[in-house]
């Protein structure tokens, strides 16, 4: 009653046999399912084929289910079916092994006390099963319904029973009965659609699923799926016979598979579980296993994934000319269009282009360029036939040096960079094909690159065709709302092909050492160049890819409502075309390397930076600002509003005191007036006095906190302890304090856990509100313990701390950069460290970079004086590391170490 399999060396079975006779029947199978895991398991950290290790465990399997199935008593009309990836003879270490209890008849009573105890069996020697009891007319009836339950049984084949009631069940179920080829396929594109939505349509995700995500495996079992009902064949080699499949195709897939069940095969073994995300940790532990290293350029684990990325990418290609080819096949045979010629080597059948002549790219390569300029000049294309995308691959060698010193082509490709369609999809599809690689050979090397960060959650090459996608987008007019100033400057740039084509190369030389700017700016200049761009225009493009860090990182970093911040940079900057080029540029790259990062608050930093720096160009470079004279029209602007609510000169300069008079600098006349109206009302109250409201000249950018306090010197490690417990984000912090009184004049810019503004929800506000006043009032050890944990992704990033201080950047304070991995309460416990020291912070920009932060803190000694002691710098930096990495993955711990609760006691 048994089926016939290929005997297994490794599997000793007459023994296997003869314990069943004598000893416990659980501890026997479990004991062969152990020793054959460990066996594989084994011959697979030794590098041994893969497919060998999947099928031998899928035959392995068979065995001990037939044994299991043979321990009870069946009649011949009832059959037990292997079904699914099981069915196909392939099984991972933790893959589900999918059963069907096939019966000739509806009504399977009998067998349930059997059917029950088989599978009791099979649980208890800790196999992973999936199981379905039916009948044939059952099989036929779900199989109508449900095309995942009619895809399971196109793959299933009897393990052991009756060969008549199997071939019944395929006969009933197959494509002349149900699922008809064109129905079939229609359903499973939607379904491959649907799947990729979910991943966001990307095989670039930072924790990809290997099995569902595009260019995983259910990408190449559904062509498999479709093909085979389609053509009847049995597996993907039979399909080239039919004509479905080249034999370069077939390798490429295949060669993709094996990597792919590699991958998995070791998932499996490191998660212990049916794991299918490459999730962080187990990314390392692969790339360890499968023996890559760090080296100079790259982490080992980044060279993993560009490997794993670079295979699913092929992968993705080769769904997409596969399913293109049977849509035109199974959908389109029997009504296909009339061509319309586009020229002499294109036309468009069924909205898709296609070549004239079966030799069109090897008789004129020029043309392997040409199908995407017009790709992108008629957005009504949907895209390239699946017979032109082989045409295409088949010719892409042909794109040597020669091919790019060629005028025309370099005139096609600048054509295409000016095309009013789709410009990123083009690109998208010249990177899939390998066309864009080939005629930009550095571009090549950039494909699939992965930073092992939280940060840039694309590969480069995905990044930077993102880059190009908002560039194009700003002259959108729905994008108008959202970038209003950026789309402006974009529509108005008067060659928008030198702002592409620095998006093109910004981040080109990553990866190969050095400062990837600068290379990248002889990587554009060599471009230009070649691509008829003028000696000035050249200038430009170098600039731009050399400085594409540089205005973000003024915006975050530092004080930019100081005009001595914004005449440097105008001096940097030269010009307005080098400003409105750098400015759409850097709103274009912010965005596309971690959309989820951009917040309203860096849009305002953005707008401001570049609004100041324009005025100054305006006002010319040799006229900068007068910053005293600055202050002092705030502060008598602040003091003609505060007279018009009442509040005397003298009553104001006495709240005032000897406050600094950075204040006047920083803040609006209207945001200081109304922090001091509301000290003038508090009178003589000795506590706390805090004030919120939502912040923003045009849009609300942020959300503001003013805190006044009498006496108390701590303030920003309490305050920044009570936001992060209230789950607020400080992203700027301006300190003021008058030292006659001991009074402090705090603000601080926050948001929300969403990134968003919160003033305007009256409850949030009034929970803040109440918890920063409690906190103030009677500030404990207790208010620093940290309540939140760590989430999962940050722990996986294991930087060091890094701290710097620097005396040359300002003249009154000394700069603090700060560069740790993200994680609760860190501000509280820098905050901390300052008090130790006995520092006075001055003013904080917080910049959260996916899974660290770059903050910079301005900050003095006790006599408000740069800290010019050297050995003193050390030890601070030296202190900040330490206690900040010794405690960055610990959960539980409280805002402080010991030693300093102590010290401050």
């Known amino acids: 009653m048994t089926t016939a399999t290929s005997p297994l060396l490794f599997f000793r079975e007459q023994r296997f046999l003869a314990d069943l006779e004598n000893q416990e029947a659980i501890t026997v199978f479990s004991d062969a399912i152990s020793a054959v895991d460990h066996h594989l398991n084994r011959r697979f950290e030794e590098g041994e084929q893969i497919r060998a290790l999947i099928t031998e465990r899928a035959v392995f399997t068979d065995r001990i289910l037939i044994h299991a199935w043979n321990q009870f008593e069946w009649d011949n009309n009832i059959s037990l079916v292997a079904v699914g990836g099981y069915g196909r003879m392939e099984l991972h270490p933790q893959s589900d092994v999918d059963l069907l209890i096939l019966t000739k008849r509806d009504n399977h009573s009998r067998y349930q006390k059997n059917i029950s105890e088989f599978l009791t069996l099979l649980w208890d020697i800790h196999l992973k099963i999936g199981h379905s009891v039916r009948s044939v007319k059952h099989c036929v009836q779900e199989a109508k319904a449900d095309i995942t339950v009619a895809t399971n049984l196109l793959e299933s084949r009897l393990l052991v029973g009756n060969e008549e009631i199997m071939a019944k069940m395929l006969a009933r179920t197959g ?70 499949l080249s034999e370069e195709e077939y390798q490429l897939i295949r060669q993709g598979e094996d990597f792919l069940w590699r991958v998995r095969y070791g998932l499996h073994m490191i998660a212990k579980r049916p794991e299918e995300r490459l999730l962080f940790e187990y990314q390392r532990k692969l790339a360890e296993m499968f023996g890559y290293k760090d080296n100079d350029r790259h982490m080992a684990v980044e060279q993993f994934m560009q490997r794993y990325y670079r295979v699913v990418l092929a992968m993705h ?265 750098l400015f759409t540029l850097t709103i274009a790259d912010i965005t596309a390397t971690n959309p989820t990062l951009w917040t309203s608050w860096k849009g305002s930093l953005m707008r401001q930076l570049y609004f100041s720096t324009r005025e100054a160009l305006k006002r010319g470079l040799e006229n900068p600002a007068d910053r005293q004279e600055w202050i002092n029209n705030t502060r008598e602007e602040t003091l003609s509003l505060l007279i018009e609510k009442g509040i005397a000169e003298s009553a104001s300069e006495a709240l005032w005191g000897d406050l600094d008079e950075e204040l006047f600098l920083r803040e609006s006349a209207p945001v200081i007036a109304r922090f001091t109206e509301k000290i003038y009302a508090a009178g003589d109250n000795t506590g706390p006095i805090v004030f919120i409201e939502d912040a923003g000249v045009e849009d609300i950018s942020a959300t503001r906190i003013f805190i006044h306090t009498k006496g108390l010197s701590n303030v920003f490690p309490i305050t920044a302890a009570c936001l992060d417990s209230s789950h607020i984000n400080i992203v700027d912090a301006q300190l003021y304090t008058d030292s006659r009184h001991r009074h402090t004049f705090d603000i601080f810019y926050v948001l929300d856990e969403q990134g968003k503004p919160f003033a305007n929800n009256p409850e949030r506000q009034r929970k803040v509100h109440s918890a920063l006043v409690k906190t103030l009032q009677a500030p404990s050890d207790e208010a620093f313990e940290v309540q939140r944990r760590t989430p999962r992704q940050l722990k996986q990033m294991t930087i060091g701390t890094s701290a710097r201080i620097d005396n040359t950047m300002t003249e009154n304070t000394s700069y603090l950069e700060v560069i740790t991995p993200d994680r609760p309460g860190l501000l509280a416990q820098l905050g901390q460290i300052f008090m130790h020291f006995k520092l006075h912070l001055h003013s904080a920009k917080i910049a959260t970079l996916g899974e660290r932060v770059e903050d910079v803190f301005y900050i003095t000694d006790t006599e408000d004086k740069p800290i010019s002691d050297p050995a003193l710098c050390r030890e601070i930096e030296a202190t900040i590391c330490n206690e900040l990495d010794s405690r960055n993955l610990d959960d539980t711990s409280s805002g402080a170490p010991l030693e300093l609760i102590n010290s401050r006691a």
């Open 175 to 244: 494509p002349a009965k149900i699922w008809r080829s064109k129905a079939f396929f229609e359903a499973k594109r939607s379904e491959q659609d649907d799947r990729h939505e979910k991943h966001g349509n990307t095989e670039y995700n930072l924790e990809p699923n290997i099995k569902e995500a595009p260019g995983g495996m259910r990408d190449i079992q559904s062509i498999s799926w479709i093909a085979k009902r389609h053509y009847g064949a049995n597996n993907l080699e039979q399909l080239i016979a039919c004509g479905f």
């Open 317 to 581: 290609e080769q769904n997409d000319v596969l399913l293109q080819y049977l849509d035109e096949v199974i959908l389109n045979e029997d009504s296909r269009a009339k061509a319309e010629h586009i020229n002499e080597r294109f036309q468009i059948r069924d909205d898709y282009i296609e070549a004239i002549s079966n030799t069109l790219f090897s008789e004129q390569p020029s043309a392997l360029l040409e199908v995407f300029v017009l790709l992108g000049e008629n957005p009504a294309i949907e895209g390239a036939s699946s017979k032109t995308i082989r045409q295409i691959r088949e010719n892409r060698h042909r794109i040597d040096e020669t091919f790019r010193e060629n005028e025309t082509n370099r005139k096609l490709f600048m054509r295409l960079l000016r095309c009013q369609g789709k410009l990123s999809t083009q690109l998208q599809r010249m990177t899939r094909y390998g066309i864009l690689g080939k005629y930009l050979p550095e571009f090549d090397l950039i494909v699939g690159q992965m930073q092992h960060d939280l940060f840039h959650i694309y590969p480069v090459d995905a990044h930077t065709i993102q880059v190009v996608r908002n560039m194009r987008r700003l002259g959108n007019p729905e994008l108008a709302q959202t970038f209003p100033v950026a789309s402006h400057v974009f529509k108005n740039l008067p060659k928008p092909e030198i702002l592409l084509v620095a998006g093109l190369y910004h981040d080109i030389a990553k990866g190969r050492g050095g400062d990837h700017s600068k290379l990248g700016s002889a990587d554009v200049e060599q471009f230009a160049l070649k691509h008829g761009f003028t000696a000035q225009e050249i200038r430009l493009l170098k600039w731009l890819v050399e400085h594409h860090l540089l205005m973000s990182s003024i915006s975050q970093r530092e004080d930019i409502s100081d005009p001595d911040i914004i005449y440097k940079f105008a001096q940097l900057v030269g010009n307005q075309l080098h400003l409105d080029y």
